[in-house]
Each structure stands twice: as C-alpha cells, then as structure tokens.
C-alpha cells in the first residue's frame, strides 16, 4: 500500500528501465537494468552501456565467477543471500559460484523499482522491488551464454541446456563452461523477451541457501563501517548539543591537545570533535575539552509536553485516510460503542553497530567509508554540503551492523563530512553509545483515538481510527505527504484483513518541537497493529466472543487472512487452559505484502513484571525465497518487538534525552527470550516482505495475552509493572 | 610501551596505562574483528579471552593485561572450542547483521572449555551479558549445545 503510494505520488513516473548488456572491464559479460536516458531500448552495447559498465546487477568473470552487485544493503535480513538466489535460479549456477558486492550510489542503476526507484534499502522492499528485475536479468545472461555456445559449437541453441554454470550439448556429450563464453556472449544483443522459470522448475528459489556473509561473520573479518582503516587515518570522538537545536558555545581547545594522542578540535555549530590518533586519546580528549552548549529555545522541552500537544491536536480533524459507509452514522446507532486512546512512545533504534562514518576530502572530492541504507541520498547531500559535485563523492558502502531505520538518516553522514573538511587526512567519527542513544532520530511519539461499534449479536459495524503524530515522509519523501496525508502514518491503519462495513481513517500531524523523528522497524504498520488489533482485541470482549473466534469471523471473506488465524490458533493450543498469571494474546497483521499471525503466551509477575514465554507465528508471505531467511527474519522481529513492548521508550527532560545506554534503555537478552514456533504457508502469490511483520505484529499478541492473563488492559507503551501489580 | 601477546603474537604498543584493551586491539593493532558496542561493560560485543578467561575489552585497562595472553575472534578458531563454535553458527545459520556475533562466540566458546554440556541455565547464566539487536538468541541457544557435542566427542 505504501509502495503503491509512493508510486502514485510520483516516484516511480518515467522511470523506464531496460535490460542492458556489454562487455566487462577487463574481460566477462555484465548484464543489468538501466534507466531509460541511459538505455539503448535496442539493447545494443556501445555507447549505451558505457554508463553502466562500472557495475550492473551481474558481472562473470572469465573464471565463471559470478558476482552480483547487490541493489540492496545488508543489514541482518538476508538480502545478500536472497537476491543472488534469484540470479542463480535462472542463470543456473550454483551458490557456491556466487559472489556479492556492494553498489556504489546510483538511483539510476540500484534504484527500487518498489520504493519509487531510489536506491534505498528499507521497507521490506528488496524482494518485492527484485523479485522480476534480477531474474530477468538473470535470465538474460544465461539466453545470451546459451547463443555463444550455440555458435561456438555450430548448433542450434534450442539443442542446449544450462546446469552447474555450464551450457550442455547431450547430443555430443559437450559442456562448455560460463566463463569460456562470456567474451563472446558480450558481444551479442540482450533478449527482447525473456522466459522466466515457473515456479514448479525452481531449485534454487524456496529452498534454504547457505548466508553468502555467514564466514565472514563468525571469524572476524566481516568489515562493518566503523572498520574502514585507511592510511594516516585519525579517530574522532564527539559532542553534540544535548538539547535539540542547541549550539556550541565554547569547548577547551587547548586542554584537549594536552591529552596525550590527541591531534586537533574541530567545532562545529552544535558540536565539538576531538581527532586523535585512537579513540580513547580522542574521547578523553573530549573529556577535557568540556563543551559548553546553549541549549536554544527547546531547553525546557519534556515528554508531557509532546503528549499534551498530541493531545490537543487529536481534536482537530484530519487528512482522510480512508472512508467507506457512515461511520460517524454507524457508530452513533451501535448497540455498544467503544472509544479508547492508545499511546506510541518515543523509541531509538539502538542498533549494535553505534553511529560512525569515515570521511576522506581531498582536492579531487570526498570519499566515505560507512554504512547506509541510502548510499544515493547521502552522496547528494554531501556535495550539498561541501559544494562539490554529486559524483565526486564516492561513497564505499559497507555491511551495517544493524539498520532498523537508522542508517536510512545520513545526518552522521554529513556531521562526519564537515570534520573531515577540516582536517587533511581521513577521519574515522565514532558516536558514544551515549551519542547514539541521545541523538538519533527516534520513532515518533503517536497519540491515537479509536472508537467501534458492535450491533445487538456483537457484529462490528462501525470503525472510526483518528491517527495523531509526526510526518516521517514529509521530510523522508515529500512526494508521499499529500494534502495533509502521511501515507505512512496510515500504513496498516486503512488496509485491515477485516470486513468492516463503515470505516473511517484520519491522520492529524503534530511534529514534536525540535524532536528528529524518523523510520523504525515495522515503520507505520507497527505503530498501527498495535492499536488495530488491541482494539480490536477489546470489540471481542465487548462482543462477549472469543479473540480468535471474533477475528476469524471478520477476516471470513479473506482467505490468506482467515488460514493463518487458524493456523495460529491451533499451533498455540488456543484456548486450552493456563495456570496462574498466564494468557495467551493474538494479533493478525496484512503489511508489506505478507499476512502474519502470532500468538504470544505470557507468565505475568506478582510484580508487575511481564515475561514473554512462547511466540507461535504462522506467515504467508507468498512465494518464499529463502526459507530459512523467513524464519531468521520472524525470530528477529519478535526479539525485536518484544524489547520495545516491555520497555522501549525514550522520554525528554530539559530538552534533552534521559537514557543514555543499555543500562538504561534496555532490551531483551537471551535469558529472556521466549520460545519460538514458527510456520511458512506454501504459497506461490507475489512475494511479501519478511524484515519488519515479525516486529509490527508482536506489541498486540503480547498486550492481549497480559489483559488474558490479568484483566487489566494496557494503552499505553511500554508496559507499565506497577499496573499489573497483584494486590 | 606495553607488551602483550595477542593470538599467540608478541606486540609492544605505545598508549598509556589506562586504555582500554579494545582500543588497543582495534585502533592500535588495527584488528577490527572485537567491537565496539556501550563502552561500560552491558552488550559484551568486546568480549575476549584473557588466559582463557572471557573479559570485556572495553572496561579492561590494557596494563592489566601486560604480559598475559590475549585471545581474539581473529584466534579463537584455534581452540577446540572455538572452531567448534564457529562450525555450529555457520551450520545453524545464527548470524544476521553479525555486529554481535564475534562476542557471542567469545562468549559461547568461553562457556564450551568450562563445561561441553551446558544447560539452558548455564547458557543463559554465560550469555545473557551479550546482547544481540537481531534477536538471534533462538539460534545460539542451540548452536551452543550442537557445538557442545563436537567439543565432547573429539
């Protein structure tokens, strides 16, 4: 739905994209997708392709060696296995001959045909953006390999077939090797049309492929952004304003050179930089610096604040998000009505990787060394910055350990580039975890108001959702923000799996005062299941009906829906009986393409204390590339969802975040994990995304399952113990 | 000049007293394997073994260690325990983003030489200092007792 509107909105208009192919540097055959000022409609490979030879989607080399240049970033998720698996399905090479490499920044080349075309890794997207686009490409180099050895051996090229990485003659009993072929094949015309494989001659696609980056990851030599080693490089450790929009005022210079290892301070408007020769010279440097901030207009800012003017804002009306029937009518002719108020905390993302860049100006432009779900956007804000050229900005993209939203913000980016700027050597900016914590750019605070109406057998008539909160996407993506609408902000809000007869959606914006708001796992369906399916949760105890019977009723007309509720349910033994502070919750989620059910069992202290011990989730998200990635990507989502739940929150005090680090802003360890049972549907619909349902799913189950076990219904995230406190 | 031995490596570095052993590691030696992940002791990304022994990194002044013997994620596939561990995260397929992941296996390796049949408790009691953002404990768990085996049957 998102996607759709980002499409509409604009972003994907005269994008035309055509297959190209041509000869790579060097020697091979490299085959891709190029937007059409750049593409020969012929597929031709002169002039044409000149534009895109650096890099394309598939390079194989004279080896055979494929190697496939991935559009997405890897962050956890698994893209750098799943997308070469769909170049593997129809080149017909095995895995093991794969190879992934990380783009350089190009819209025009790694843009997501799903996110409007930017060259952008978020939104459980890459699959869905890929999903045709790699394989056709795919596709095309194995036709065009197949040519070459048709001619090469003198035969038709319907008499051949392809296995293993090799084009094979049964007739005479002759294999030639990809590699053998691809000077040649580099020298003929791309496809114009392309058969794909069908899903019944899968091999590759659907079966569980080993994580190209698995090695790597386990001996230590996996290289994340805040790895890049550069000669003569300095460590930069800084301090920004801790109140946001404050400035520098003063910071000791001279105290901090006296730390041992320290080279130079950099000032910038709202923060100092200490470059040293190791970042504990550099931190301790900062130490002595003692920056002085003025903390501006925003300094006595606090989280009641921010919910106050929610609050008040949740009584004007709002851009529609969607109306269907009466419902305002509905609602006042109900047999029982409802209306409840449920609040969405602040959140970081607090990924494990703390905020870095490395950043390099030199006389022939600007390279960085980082991590980034949007190496496109932040190359164009640096030679923003700098003044330079966009494509004098090289940016050398790097495994992110961890992304969840963060790193598709370049503001670190840009904050590092300024540094450099000031010095004559590469410069490495590691945030604190402190820094991280205190300045990212968090999960909104969203303040919702909901109201149902149940007819005399406790149907569901009548649904009015009014959505309260800062616009991400008017700054993100302005082409998405329209006449007051965030279509984001609605995402999972307008697109129940429900049939509800009169239905009303609305969003108010109300930004935060100097508060830096931005995506977070799961994005605007999280925010949304959350209150959705707790309402809807409260509407079946209204109804005198069971959860799972109530929902099942509503999703009757939707099948996909309809099989994971009831698969969900009988995994979980739903309603057999638990002992004691024990229930069990659930939720239903359609987003990003991918219908999910989960239900959470939950053990409930006499202190208050939630404890989540088993999550059953049951996902149809259409055709399965990796299985095993699909699973991963669930057992993620609900550790995910789970830390957030329980006690993910930010709060603001004097203009200024309270928490600090993980002592403070905790979340789940292994000793608190729940158990996990998790079942793939067989399908073979579109691909749905699998990063963020996991997450977007999990709050509901789990506050569900504490108003089973408890009686008490929460509104407001995190939970609060001192609520469900046995008496 | 502090001298250390680092994965069976004699190395003389120049920083004082107090450093800590992560910076050390990663910006004076310039190995990048160790992370960097809070700087007090909470996520156990900078988990390393001194003589044996699982230490954090970043709380660890690197004089403490002057002459003592420093394992890292780069050495630990020497150990019996630690090649074990590796072979299990790969056969599992624990690791997600994998910024964790080398203190993990520090961690699970560290778990493995005291005991190779470890209970869920025991797990929980020599992990739960290290924490995963991608939620792949699921995964350790049992990757830690297949390791297990591997130790013990050899």
Redesign the interface.
């Known amino acids: 739905m998102l996607l759709d509107r980002i499409k509409a909105a604009g972003g994907g208009v005269s994008r035309r994209r055509f297959l190209q192919a041509g000869a790579a540097f060097g020697g091979g055959l490299i085959v891709g997708w190029v937007e059409a000022a750049e593409a020969q409609e012929t597929g031709a490979v002169d002039a044409g392709v000149t534009a895109f030879t650096p890099d394309a989607f598939i390079r194989i080399d004279r080896e055979g060696k494929v190697t496939v240049v991935s559009p997405s970033i890897?962050?956890?998720?698994?893209t750098y296995t799943s997308l070469p698996m769909l170049v593997a399905e129809e080149l017909d090479v095995d895995m093991s001959e794969v190879a992934v490499a990380h783009a350089p920044p190009s819209d025009k080349l790694y843009g997501n045909p799903a996110l409007g075309g930017a060259q952008i890794t978020g939104g459980s997207a890459a699959i869905r953006g890929f999903y045709k686009p790699l394989r056709e490409a795919g596709a095309a180099a194995r036709r065009m390999l197949v040519r070459a050895a048709a001619t090469k051996l003198g035969v038709d090229p319907s008499e051949l077939t392809t296995a293993n990485g090799q084009v094979i003659h049964a007739k005479s009993a002759q294999k030639i090797g990809y590699g053998a072929l691809v000077d040649e094949a580099a020298k003929l015309p791309v496809p114009t049309t392309l058969a794909l494989k069908e899903p019944s001659q899968f091999r590759v696609i659907g079966t569980p492929a080993?994580?190209l980056?698995?090695?790597?990851?386990?001996?230590?030599?996996?290289?994340?952004g805040?790895?890049a080693?550069l000669p003569g490089m300095k460590?930069a450790a800084i301090a920004i304003s801790p109140v946001f929009g404050g400035t520098l005022s003063s910071a000791n210079a001279r105290a901090a050179l006296a730390v041992?290892?320290v080279q130079q301070v950099a000032k910038l408007d709202d923060a100092v930089a200490v470059i040293a020769?190791?970042?504990?010279?550099a931190k301790k440097g900062l130490e002595a610096a003692q920056p002085v901030f003025d903390g501006g207009r925003h300094a006595q800012l606090t989280t009641a604040d921010v919910v106050a003017a929610l609050a008040k804002a949740s009584e004007r009306d709002g851009a529609v998000g969607k109306k269907e029937g009466d419902a305002a009518g509905a609602l006042a002719s109900a047999t029982t009505k409802l209306e409840s108020t449920y609040e969405n905390p602040f959140l970081a993302h607090?990924?494990?990787?703390?905020i870095n860049c490395t950043v390099q100006v030199s006389d022939d432009g600007c390279d960085i060394w980082v991590g980034t779900q949007v190496p496109a956007n932040a190359q164009l804000a640096v030679s923003k910055v700098l003044g330079i050229d966009r494509d004098s900005v090289r940016i050398h993209n790097h495994?992110?350990?961890?992304?969840?939203g963060r790193r598709l913000e370049f503001d670190f980016i840009v904050q590092a580039a300024r540094v450099a700027q000031q010095a004559k050597v590469p410069i490495k900016v590691?945030w604190?975890?402190e820094e991280d914590i205190q300045h990212d750019m968090y999960r909104p605070y969203y303040y919702d108001k909901i109201s149902g109406g149940l007819d005399a057998e406790g149907k569901l008539v009548a649904w009015k959702h009014r959505i309260v909160g800062s616009s991400i996407m008017a700054r993100f993506f302005p082409a998405a923000f329209k006449d007051g609408l965030d279509s984001d902000a609605v995402d999972g809000a307008v697109e129940l799996p429900y049939d509800i007869p009169n239905f009303f959606v609305d969003y108010v914006r109300e930004e935060p005062p100097g508060i830096p708001t931005a995506f977070w796992r799961g994005v605007g369906p999280t925010r949304n299941a959350y209150v959705v399916e707790s309402f809807i949760d409260e509407l079946a105890s209204a109804a005198k009906k069971d959860p799972f019977e109530f929902r099942r009723e509503l999703a009757s007309n939707n099948p996909r829906a309809r099989h994971v509720i009831e698969r969900a349910a009988a995994l979980s033994n739903w309603g057999t009986p638990l002992t004691g502070r024990k229930g069990r919750g659930m939720s239903v989620i359609f987003a990003f393409g991918t219908y999910l059910a989960e239900v959470a069992e939950v053990s409930v202290a006499d202190s208050g204390e939630v404890h989540v011990d088993r999550v059953v989730a049951v996902v149809d998200c259409g055709q399965v590339i990796n299985p095993?990635t699909v699973e991963?990507q669930l057992?993620?989502?609900?550790?995910?969802g789970i830390s957030a739940t329980l006690w993910g929150e930010i709060t603001l005090k004097d203009g200024r975040v309270q928490q600090s680090?993980?002592?403070d802003y905790r979340?789940?360890?292994?000793?608190e994990?729940p158990?996990?049972e998790i079942e793939i549907v067989k399908s073979e619909e579109a691909p749905g995304g699998i990063g963020e349902p996991g997450t977007s799913a999990l709050a509901p189950a789990v506050l569900n399952a504490v108003y089973a076990a408890t009686g008490v219904r929460l509104r407001k995230l995190p939970i609060e113990a001192a609520q469900l406190r046995s008496s | 000049m502090i001298n250390l031995t680092v994965n069976g490596s004699k190395v003389s570095v120049p920083v004082e007293d107090h450093t800590p052993l992560l910076w050390v590691i990663r910006d004076v030696l310039g190995m990048t394997g160790t992370k960097f992940g809070c700087g007090i002791g909470q996520c156990g990304a900078c988990t390393v073994h001194v003589d044996g022994e699982p230490r954090r990194s970043c709380l660890t002044p690197v004089s403490d260690v002057a002459d003592h013997d420093v394992t890292t994620i780069e050495g630990i596939g020497a150990t019996k325990s630690g090649k074990a561990v590796q072979d299990a995260w790969l056969d599992l397929e624990v690791v997600q983003c994998g910024y964790c992941q080398s203190g993990q296996i520090m961690s699970a390796a560290a778990i493995l030489d005291m005991n190779p049949e470890p209970s869920d408790a025991d797990i929980d009691q020599g992990m739960s200092g290290n924490i995963c953002r991608c939620g792949t404990y699921v995964r350790i768990r049992e990757a830690i007792k297949q390791a297990g085996k591997a130790v013990a049957s050899k």
């Not at chain 1, 980056?213 to 994340?224: H, L, Q, S, Y």
């Not at chain 1, 020769?277 to 010279?281: F, S, V």
């Open positions: 890897e962050m956890g998720q698994g080993k994580r980056d698995g090695p790597e990851k386990v001996n230590g030599t996996a290289k994340f805040i790895d080693q460590i041992p290892g020769d190791h970042y504990w010279a607090a990924t494990m990787e703390p495994l992110l350990g961890g992304g969840f590691i604190s975890r095993d991963a057992q993620s989502g609900i550790i995910f680090n993980f002592d979340v789940l360890r292994i000793d994990a158990k996990i």
